[in-house]
């Protein structure tokens, strides 16, 4: 699968921004779904991810309780809703997608697919 994210900005510290991922080809749906990001001189990290199904997500405590991630199967999207974003949110995120990780590798990959990443930029 192809993935494509989106939807990163500049924002102020307090502020909301939405990160979109769509996927092109078939079986969307079978993919684990994740966000990572990478700050400016730093290794990139786990943010977020989703079952297959939807039913259960995962966070970084970083950002547990300011971020959700959700998915739309039918439309092959991925979202990253990100609120009460901090100036240490700054970084690139990209969104990745692997259909064989077991429940205990998915904060951590390895991720088979990965997008181009967007970068998110929060001023103090």
């Known amino acids: 699968v192809q993935l494509q994210a989106s939807g990163g900005g500049l924002v102020q510290a307090g502020g909301s921004l939405r990160l979109s991922c769509a996927a092109s080809g078939r079986l969307f749906s079978n993919y684990v779904m994740a966000w990572f990001r990478q700050a400016p001189g730093k290794e990139r990290e786990f943010v977020a991810a989703i079952s297959r199904p939807g039913g259960s997500t995962y966070y970084a405590d970083s950002v547990k309780g300011r971020f959700t991630i959700s998915r739309v199967n039918i439309k092959n999207t991925v979202y990253l809703q990100m609120n009460s974003l901090k100036p240490e949110d700054t970084a690139v995120y990209y969104c990745?997608?692997?259909?064989?990780?077991?429940?205990?590798?998915?904060?951590?990959?390895?991720?088979?697919?990965w997008g181009q990443g967007t970068l998110v930029t929060v001023s103090s």
């Open positions: 990745a997608g692997d259909t064989s990780l077991i429940a205990s590798a998915i904060t951590r990959g390895p991720y088979g697919s």
